[in-house]
């Protein structure tokens, strides 16, 4: 599926005959009349968006249409006959929309008209070399296009105040990403919610047990939820990712961190080609497995995973991973993801049936037409060798420019595969 739709939206970008206009910048938006439990931040307090136009789109109605066009194509998971599972923490990948914004909604799914009382977004250290600690942002609120999102400040401090090794800390969350995308699936499902942001510093055992026992204090009287951004491997060809993430999920599911610590292990010491990590957001995901425990969750479901090389964006010989999964309280068991990867294609070339050519067709015209409106592709499930050859084509665009990169909110190629 991944080479087809990479086919077309390939065609759709070449066959363009004019360049790209630079799309206006998005207004910033009204703060909400209320912003519960802190007061209308100063400009000094807003922390500003950094990836803005280049992981999500710039502009408020169409980073909108994007998640609303996300979530639509993922339904709420349950047994049959039992209540809908609460999710007591989600795992969320981190990178540009394109590449893994429809895993996000998986997990983003699963809370949707669920009524918290607390939201706490931990995220990873991509940009500050050397920070060790745990940083809160304690105060003011985070800025998109979609507006502010507020700080919870009362429970910032409580989260200070529980362990010396979780300090208040504007200057790492000023370029860091793994939180600010997360933030516009919250806006949607929870406008004017605030939340508490921390950076997980250094992923090591310390630091993930005072952050996970400081997390299960603060919030044990709340209904909470806790939100963990991190990919999963990086940089590994598509087989091996696939390989090596579902091992990764698979301990994840344990609910047990020593597992993780064993499967990272095990992987970064087969030399497999390429493989810089098996989950850049280690810590995040190690807060998520033991502050659920500590809140109650008995449960770990995997959603869904992809990688870049499934997106049309991607390279088959070079990917990212991601994956949701929802940490949750009850007795019965749901069907967790079960990985199929797109079949290899025959190693030479092969003519194509007439009902081959009508189902690229199919895929073609509602690729192109569902990216140009929302910016999302649809699901397919293909099974057809043939259609995953690389082949040339030829088509006539009859507009005069290239609408793929409006729609992405950015005036240069999709950046963010981490």
């Known amino acids: 599926m991944k080479r087809i739709v990479v086919l077309f939206m390939v065609l759709l970008a070449t066959a363009c005959a004019g360049p790209t206009a630079t799309p206006a910048p998005a207004e910033t938006p009204e703060p909400a009349a209320a912003l519960t439990p802190t007061a209308v931040p100063t400009p000094g307090e807003v922390r500003k968006p950094a990836v803005t136009g280049q992981f999500y789109p710039d502009d408020a109605e169409q980073l909108s249409t994007m998640v609303d066009a996300f979530l639509a194509q993922v339904e709420e998971v349950g047994a049959e ?37 607390a939201i706490v977004v931990v995220g990873t250290n991509h940009t500050t070399p050397g920070f060790n600690r745990v940083a809160v942002y304690a105060e003011g609120a985070f800025e998109t296009p979609l ?4 700080v919870d400040t009362e429970l910032a401090q409580a989260l200070i105040a529980a362990d010396e090794r979780i300090v208040f800390d504007r200057n790492v969350h000023q370029h860091e990403h793994s939180i600010e995308v997360e933030l516009p699936f919250l806006q949607k499902l929870y406008p004017g919610q605030a939340i508490v942001p921390v950076i997980v510093g250094e ?29 999963l491997s990086h940089y590994p060809s598509y087989e091996e990712a696939c ?22 292990s095990q992987y970064m010491s087969e030399g497999i080609p390429e493989l810089y990590t098996l989950c850049c957001g280690e810590g995040p995901i190690r807060v998520a497995m033991m502050a659920a425990k500590k809140l109650g969750a008995n449960q770990a479901t995997v959603l869904r995973y992809a990688n870049s090389g499934d997106t049309p964006f991607g390279d088959w010989d070079r990917v990212v991973g991601y994956g949701a999964v929802m940490f949750w309280r009850g007795k019965e068991n749901l069907t967790s993801f079960t990985l199929s990867t797109s ?3 025959p190693k030479e070339a092969a003519p194509l049936s007439s009902d081959e050519r009508e189902k690229l067709l199919v895929i073609a015209r509602q690729t192109i037409a569902q990216f140009l409106e929302t910016g999302t592709v649809p699901h397919f ?8 050859q690389e082949r040339g084509c030829f088509s006539t665009s009859l507009r005069r420019r ?16 981490t």
Do not use: W
């Open 402 to 417: 290239c609408l793929g990169n409006k729609v992405l909110g950015a005036t240069s190629p999709p950046r963010g595969r």
């Open 343 to 345: 079949p290899s294609p």
């Open 243 to 264: 390989r090596v993430d579902m091992a990764t999920l698979e301990a994840v599911q344990t609910m047990d961190p020593q597992r993780l610590t064993e499967v990272i």
């Open 81 to 117: 006959g039992q209540a809908r599972p609460e999710p007591v923490a989600i795992i969320v990948p981190h990178a540009g929309y394109v590449f893994s914004g429809q895993v996000a909604a998986y997990a983003f799914k699963q809370i949707e008209g669920v009524d918290y009382e």
């Open 203 to 231: 992923p090591s055992p310390e630091n993930c047990e005072a952050l996970s026992e400081a997390l299960a204090q603060i919030l044990a009287d709340k209904k909470a939820l806790i939100v963990a951004s991190s990919d």
């Open 147 to 150: 507006g502010l999102v507020p």
């Open 381 to 388: 499930e293909v099974s057809e060798t043939n259609l995953f």
